[in-house]
């Protein structure tokens, strides 16, 4: 079945840094905040190793952006000793400095959404394979590189939530929390060398893989969110481009919330089934409200 790719528009704002550099996006494909990325890097001057695992959607991407010889493609599982292998490799062709990281992959699916004493083992091991070691490991890859020039920059994305608690999020929240206090102790133990890392964590986004609102034209949001709506892919990336960027070249191991304030504000989950009031889908809604009468009330 043929997938539906829309090249996310970016602002076409300029970033200085990037001319005559190398950057890798792990996780460009999905029409999102990644597929922004790339756009961007390459508007800036720099050329693009893109990893993702979807053949059919990097082969879109490639298609929407003109097939700019200066992007690069590489088709593989990061989560797997064979995708740092092909990182690796596609680092050794490179025919221009590797300056720039920003570690897209990362997320929760359906089945990884549940109250803390219903998640197990298994959800555990995929939500740290999906979030933290793959970036570990790809950090740690091109950062070397990075080293080795004494200048480069890091960037992970994460999520505003991820320093407050996450109800029937447990295992992306603790995973997401343990993403954010990586980057900051590498900022630490990089910085001597010329290598900054910085995370930029969003709120609530309109992306590719937003869950959609089936009953609700999304009213819970406008009256959470300060700035009224939802944010943007271009809003997350740009935030991200300038982290990346020499417009930032004294900032290290600082998070940047891209939520449109809505972490200055207080809790929002309702009270006992600490539902998230911004899940839209009544569908999702009822399935953790059962969730949470079987605990209450077991058979």
Known sequence: MTVKFELPPVPEFAFPGFADSCAVVIGGASGGVGSAMVHLLLHAGSSVIMVDHDEERSGHLAAALGHDVRLLP???????ENGIRDL???LDGADRPIRHLVNVVGGVSGDDIGHFLHLGADQWTRALATNVTYALRTSQTV???????QRGSIVNLSVTDADRSMPWFAFYGATRSA?????RTMAVELGPFGVRANTVSWGLIKSPRMHPARTSEGNRERDLIPLGRRGLVADVAS???FMLSDLSLYVTGQNLAVDGGLS???PHYEHTENIPVFLESEIARDALAGQWDSIV???
């Open 74 to 80: 590489v088709l593989t599982d990061i989560t797997t």
């Open 88 to 90: 690796v490799s596609a």
């Open 143 to 149: 950062a070397r590189r990075m080293v080795e020039q």
């Open 179 to 183: 993403l954010d206090s990586l980057t």
């Open 239 to 241: 935030a991200a481009m």
């Open 264 to 266: 200055l504000c207080g």
């Open 297 to 299: 009330c077991p058979d």
